[in-house]
T-cell receptor
Framework: DGGITQSPKYLFRKEGQNVTLSCEQNLNHDAMYWYRQDPGQGLRLIYYSQIVNDFQKGDIAEGYSVSREKKESFPLTVTSAQKNPTAFYLC?????????????FGSGTQLSVL | AQSVTQLGSHVSVSEGALVLLRCNYSSSVPPYLFWYVQYPNQGLQLLLKYTSAATLVKGINGFEAEFKKSETSFHLTKPSAHMSDAAEYFCAVSDTGRRALTFGSGTRLQVQP
């Protein structure tokens, strides 16, 4: 079955530690996205990638980094510079970059600070 | 700039009653509008989207939404609520300027037996 796989489902970060969230898709989609979800705030865009080897900052990119070396993979690193990392992180993809595109979501990673 | 306002963070209805979830948007160019649903601890799934072909849009699971330009609204409705409709619902907007989706803050729907 085609879809988006996020791992791990739960992740804990210690002070000063960088952690990486995995996102893999086998849908052959060009565009991929990372959103952060906080209670009562909806989803906010962290980074997006229109195509492999390209990525752009979203609305809340500070303290995060990404790479897009392969079409199917878009890992997100939460760095120690992100002072409030506790949130539910959602990865998504779409066939191509565009305003009208349907997003397909993974099942998310819950990140908490120890 | 585009934005979305969802009125009511929590809505409770009885099983069989009408569901109405409100969404108002702002966009400087003609928008594309979406409703997504999220079940607990899961990602989001697309319910329906408006792309200017028709103002009344039908989606999955009996949901529909009507685009009203004069009111800048895109409210989601379902004539008869089912227990399985209990979830969080997000309205989202994009346009040819920004392209990436901007989501509302979500409305949690509770269905009482």
């Amino acid at each position: 079955d085609g879809g988006i796989t996020q791992s791990p489902k739960y992740l804990f970060r210690k002070e000063g530690q960088n952690v990486t969230l995995s996102c893999e898709q086998n849908l052959n989609h060009d565009a991929m996205y990372w959103y952060r979800q906080d209670p009562g705030q909806g989803l906010r865009l962290i980074y997006y990638s229109q195509i492999v080897n390209d990525f752009q900052k979203g609305d809340i990119a500070e303290g995060y980094s990404v790479s897009r070396e392969k079409k199917e993979s878009f890992p997100l690193t939460v760095t120690s510079a992100q002072k409030n990392p506790t949130a539910f992180y959602l990865c998504a993809s779409s066939i191509k970059w565009g305003a009208n595109e349907k997003l397909f979501f993974g099942s998310g990673t819950q990140l908490s600070v120890l | 700039a585009q934005s979305v306002t969802q009125l009511g963070s929590h809505v409770s209805v009885s099983e069989g009653a009408l569901v109405l979830l409100r969404c108002n948007y702002s966009s400087s160019v003609p928008p594309y509008l979406f409703w997504y649903v999220q079940y607990p601890n899961q990602g989001l799934q697309l319910l329906l989207k408006y792309t200017s072909a028709a103002t009344l849009v039908k989606g999955i699971n009996g949901f529909e939404a009507e685009f009203k330009k004069s009111e800048t609204s895109f409210h989601l409705t379902k004539p008869s609520a089912h227990m399985s409709d209990a979830a969080e619902y997000f309205c989202a907007v994009s346009d040819t300027g920004r392209r990436a989706l901007t989501f509302g803050s979500g409305t949690r729907l509770q269905v009482q037996p």
